[in-house]
């Protein structure tokens, strides 16, 4: 109560000087109805109006002018970044303050209907065995860090290993966006690693080879988890709301409190629930605790990888995975 006193005065300054609020989401199409549904909540909790962006026709200065016309950022794990600097990225979490966690989205490995992987109870024993007689070809998408991330961990764990380099038994086979995995599969790929909400898209041809947790979703077939099939484990991605840092803290407030309204508002459950993901109806604090931890532990990665976009080797973490399992 005495925060709310407090704060009191700066929210009704806030709201006076702010002309308009802004949204900035990538347009990605299967996000859409949960992007305006949480336009549209922003704005009835506001009492403001709230304009949408996409990330691909920012409006100009987008860091600038946030007290007049504050900004909030709609981002997935797909499209954020974590580490490294880019001061003026509405993408870097490091410019971003976390407000908001609406829904996870969990990963899921698929095979070909006739694929003898649907077979194995250790696929990495079956990997590193070379059953093929060549690489197993994966598809991943090329915008995920976490799932190349766990790519190359596979890669080194089921690498064969003699007197030279390590021989590597995967090859990547990239994509963008779930409607273009079908040229995956048209060339031939082993397994493709996507989220498990693209599931009904991919057709009659492709079956569920393991989720990445255990999976009680009514849309998904009954499949074992990737630890049953002894491959390495992958967090869930993820979707949120932040702001920029430099908002004020007023501003910040009001934000919070329209989005923790807005994520479990009715129309907002419903567009979550219509892409297979349940809404996760958190508080601003799990939230925020949530976004910090993924960030560390990133951070945390990267800087034992000392890995880029132009370094891809042997790394510390891959390396001991390997020889732990």
């Not at 410019?95 to 490995?109: A, D, G, I, Q």
């Not at 250790?122 to 070809?137: C, E, G, I, S, T």
Request: glycine fraction near 2%.
């Amino acid at each position: 109560m005495a925060f709310a006193i407090a704060t009191l005065p700066l929210l009704a300054h806030s709201q006076a000087t702010a002309e308009r609020w802004r949204l900035v989401a990538s347009p990605v199409p299967e996000a859409h109805a949960v992007q305006i549904a949480i336009q549209q909540q922003l704005q009835h909790n506001l009492r403001q109006p709230v304009e949408l962006y996409f990330d691909n026709a920012l409006p100009p200065a987008a860091l600038q002018n946030t007290d007049t016309q504050p900004l909030v950022v709609l981002l997935s794990e797909f499209n954020s970044f974590a580490s490294g600097k880019q001061p003026h990225s509405l993408q870097h979490l490091d410019n971003l303050s976390p407000l908001m966690v609406f829904f996870e989205m969990p990963w899921c490995l698929f095979a070909q209907a006739q694929s003898p992987l649907l077979a194995q109870t250790d696929v990495k024993a079956w990997m590193a065995q070379q059953r093929l007689q060549r690489p197993v070809r994966i598809g991943v998408s090329a915008r995920g860090g976490q799932s190349m991330f766990w790519l190359h961990v596979l890669s080194q764990a089921t690498a064969m290993r003699g007197e030279g380099p390590p021989q590597h038994n995967i090859v990547a086979a990239q994509y963008r966006g779930a409607q273009n995995q079908a040229q995956v599969w048209r060339e031939d790929a082993d397994m493709v690693l996507a989220l498990c909400w693209q599931y009904p898209l991919l057709g009659s041809q492709v079956r569920l080879l393991a989720t990445a947790q255990k999976n009680d979703n009514p849309y998904l077939p009954k499949a074992p988890t990737f630890a049953d099939l002894k491959l390495p484990p992958l967090a869930p991605s993820w979707f949120g709301a932040f702001m920029p840092r430099n908002t004020a803290p007023a501003l910040q407030a009001q934000a919070i409190q329209a989005l923790e309204k807005a994520a479990t508002a009715p129309a907002v459950v419903q567009a979550i629930e219509a892409t297979h993901q349940p809404a996760l109806r958190w508080s601003h604090e799990q939230s925020r605790k949530y976004i910090e931890n993924y960030i560390t532990t990133w951070q945390s990665v990267m800087r034992l990888l000392q890995w880029n976009a132009a370094d891809a080797a042997t790394t510390p973490v891959a390396t001991r995975y390997a020889q732990a399992h």
